[in-house]
């Protein structure tokens, strides 16, 4: 089975610009989170949505937004770049909302914002 | 607010010199406590899940054990390839989804 997938791998984008990143997870997941990745840090969380609903939301700013399709396949939208909003950005899937279910991770997509 | 501390930031070690990692947390009210494995440049990979003090895991070189306030991830003779960042993270019971991570150490063993 395939694992977590996302897309673009890389990106780079100059300050003001709109980026989304994409996300499909593994069969039979029906939940996706994001988490953004500073170099060096550990990823914080940004968004949780399962059967296209919101779940969670980190503290970020509303300049994040998020959806989820109903085929579970989610978008991670960000308007008006900023500098530091460069990280790697992670998509993680899990069977269900509940926390039990363990998170399995995509291998990112790298912005960087000019 | 969750918090998750690990220590220490960067372990070096020579091939076969077994040692332990430490993740402190503070949740409120713990749903489930995670260890995952990230080399440079890729998403973090899943290892265990621990849900209650005094739980153990293993798997290969790695054994990892939880108390109400830490949790250990030992590496027995470890090997090269064992090389990477070791990130954990705690799910609360509150806030179902969200994992809290620590910042990582970065294990280097070398031959």
């Known amino acids: 089975d395939a694992g977590v997938t996302q897309s673009p791998t890389h990106l780079i984008k100059t300050r003001g610009q709109h980026v989304t990143l994409r996300c499909s997870p593994i069969?039979?997941?029906?939940?996706v989170s994001w988490y953004q990745q500073v170099l060096g840090q550990g990823p914080q969380f940004i968004f949780q949505y399962y059967e296209k609903e919101e779940r969670g939301r980190g503290n970020f700013p509303d300049r994040f937004s998020a959806r989820q399709f109903p085929n579970y396949s989610s978008e991670l939208n960000v308007n008006a770049l900023l500098l530091g909003d460069s990280a790697l950005y992670l998509c993680?899937?899990?069977?269900?909302?509940?926390?039990?279910?363990?998170?399995?991770f995509g291998p990112g997509t790298r912005l960087t914002v000019l | 607010e969750d918090q998750v501390t690990q220590s220490p930031e960067a372990l070096r070690l020579q091939e076969g010199e077994s040692s332990s990692l430490n993740c402190s947390y503070t949740?409120?009210?713990?749903?489930?406590l995670f260890w995952y494995r990230q080399d440079p440049g890729k998403g973090p990979e899943f290892l265990f899940t621990?849900?209650?003090a005094g739980e153990e895991k293993e798997k290969e070189r790695l054994k990892a054990t939880l108390t109400k306030k830490e949790s250990f991830l030992h590496i027995t003779a470890p090997k090269p390839e064992d090389s990477a960042t070791y990130l954990c993270?705690?799910?609360?019971?509150?806030?179902?989804?969200?994992?809290?991570f620590g910042d990582g150490t970065t294990l280097t063993v070398k031959p």
């Open positions: 993680a899937s899990s069977r269900s909302g509940d926390s039990y279910n363990e998170q399995f």
């Open positions: 069969s039979g997941h029906k939940s």
């Open positions: 949740v409120s009210g713990l749903r489930g």
């Open positions: 621990l849900y209650s």
């Open positions: 993270a705690v799910q609360a019971t509150t806030n179902a989804g969200k994992s809290t």
